[in-house]
């Protein structure tokens, strides 16, 4: 089983990533931030470095998949390939920080790849306004974070709530993160509900 967790930056999917795979005692896979030799320039100088950072998360979330499936292991994992393609470096091209023609060769890497991945069984999509996603930001503390724009959030909400509406690719569950805390145990208790009764049709 593959349930992956979706969201933008800040809405709790690293988070809920640990807190399922504790509960269900599955494996957790997160994604590679600490590890990344981009980071800390693409936030400095997001033209220069969109489509290096772009070709790095998806050649990781590519593997990541594979090594998934080919586990046979039941798994959570953080973030998904499709959000990288369609969301983030969709938005890069959009804001005019990622060449045409380096789009272009990503869209169409992107589209091989996807031949060869099967689709999670559930989706769960973290909605979160962008206040939460600031918040939940300033919290962590990550420096590389802290000259996120407000506009780029917005930005990239947008589009994840365009992608989602069309997603068809497998099950979807969408969890609204304004009013919650996934780390307070009714809350978090509720999510658990939800995700199992989703679950249920696919067993």
């Known amino acids: 089983m593959h349930i992956a967790i ?15 795979a504790k509960h269900f005692n599955w494996t957790p896979h997160f994604e590679e931030v600490e590890h990344n030799p981009y980071l800390d320039s693409f936030y400095e100088d997001m033209q220069r470095w969109s ?3 772009q070709i790095f998360f998806l050649n990781s979330r590519f593997r990541q ?5 080919n586990s046979g292991k039941n798994v959570i994992q953080d973030r998904t390939i499709y959000e990288d ?7 890069l091209y959009s804001m005019g920080l990622m060449e045409s023609r380096d789009f272009e060769n990503y869209k169409s890497l992107f589209e091989l790849m996807t031949r060869f991945l099967q689709a999670p069984d559930l989706l769960v999509y973290l909605r979160a306004s962008v206040p939460t996603l600031i918040r939940h930001i ?5 420096d590389f974070e802290q000259s996120i724009s407000i506009s780029y959030l917005t930005n990239l909400n ?4 365009e ?5 068809n690719d497998g099950k979807v569950l969408i969890i609204d993160t304004d009013d919650i805390e996934l ?3 009714e809350d978090l208790s509720t999510i658990i509900e939800r995700i199992e009764g989703s679950l249920n049709g696919l067993f």
């Open 85 to 91: 393609a369609n969301i983030f470096a969709a938005n």
């Open 183 to 185: 780390e307070n145990p």
């Open 6 to 20: 979706a969201g933008n930056i800040g809405s709790g999917k690293t988070t809920l990533t640990r807190l399922l």
């Open 158 to 161: 947008e589009r994840y709530e």
């Open 138 to 142: 300033a919290k962590r503390n990550r």
């Open 65 to 69: 998949v594979m090594d998934i499936r």
């Open 51 to 53: 489509f290096n950072i």
């Open 163 to 167: 992608w989602i509406s069309h997603y």
